[in-house]
């Protein structure tokens, strides 16, 4: 069964370094998004991506993040100069369209640590 | 705000019982619906998606009242492995998906 991968599993980093967590979604979907769950928290949405564009975001998808597609089957979310606040499990999922009529499936996660 | 409501939690039952947990939605436009399990640690994954007034998959039972903005989830004949955090998930944008702060389910011997 095809799956959603991601980069690594584990990241502690210190305040203010750039981060990169790379996914790579299910190779016929064309929706891609990332989530994050602080530890003892809800889910929550960051940033979808559809053509090579952003199509929607949160508020928590400030100016110090970033997505890109660098290549055809790659989905990267870059954190610029992380907080203590960063300190979470990143999600990626992708889906076959949008979400009001498809599922997101979701990848197992990048635990970052920001110290 | 668009908000999803869930039972806190958690729910101990022992083995084979019947447990129900409740969300509500306050997005009025949402059209679907889903429930996801997440296991300690790990990602969510889709447990059920439910469209219309209902769905049924084996043991599980998703229902929808619209009217009232309320999602249900039934699980029949609980097993050990059922034991994880149910997530109530309502779409609230084009593409974004508010997820419910989930409801610890505990199933002992």
């Known amino acids: 069964e095809p799956e959603v991968t991601q980069t690594p599993s584990h990241q502690v980093t210190q305040m203010g370094q750039e981060v990169i967590l790379r996914c790579v979604p299910i190779?016929?979907?064309?929706?891609f998004y990332w989530y994050r769950q602080i530890l003892g928290q809800k889910v929550e949405f960051l940033v979808s991506?559809?053509?090579?564009?952003?199509?929607?975001k949160s508020e928590i998808f400030d100016d110090q993040f970033s997505v890109e597609r660098p290549d055809g089957s790659n989905f990267t979310l870059k954190i610029r100069s992380t907080k203590l606040e960063d300190s979470a499990m990143y999600f990626c999922?992708?889906?076959?369209?949008?979400?009001?009529?498809?599922?997101?499936?979701f990848g197992p996660g990048t635990r970052l640590l920001v110290l | 705000r668009k908000e999803v409501e869930q039972d806190p939690g958690p729910f101990n039952v022992p083995e084979g019982a019947t447990v129900a947990f409740n969300c509500t939605y306050s997005?009025?436009?949402?059209?679907?619906f889903f429930w996801y399990r997440q296991d300690c640690r790990k990602e969510p994954k889709l447990l059920m998606s439910?469209?219309?007034s209902g769905n049924e998959d084996g043991r599980f039972t998703a229902q929808l009242n619209r009217a009232s903005q309320y999602i249900s989830l039934l699980i029949r004949d609980s097993k050990l492995s059922d034991s994880a955090t149910y997530l109530c998930?309502?779409?609230?944008?084009?593409?974004?998906?508010?997820f419910g702060k989930g409801t610890m389910l505990l199933v002992s011997p």
């Open positions: 999922a992708s889906s076959e369209a949008r979400v009001a009529e498809e599922t997101q499936y």
């Open positions: 190779s016929n979907h064309l929706y």
């Open positions: 991506f559809y053509n090579n564009e952003i199509s929607e």
């Open positions: 997005n009025s436009a949402s059209q679907s």
């Open positions: 439910v469209y219309s």
């Open positions: 998930v309502v779409p609230s944008g084009y593409s974004t998906l508010t």
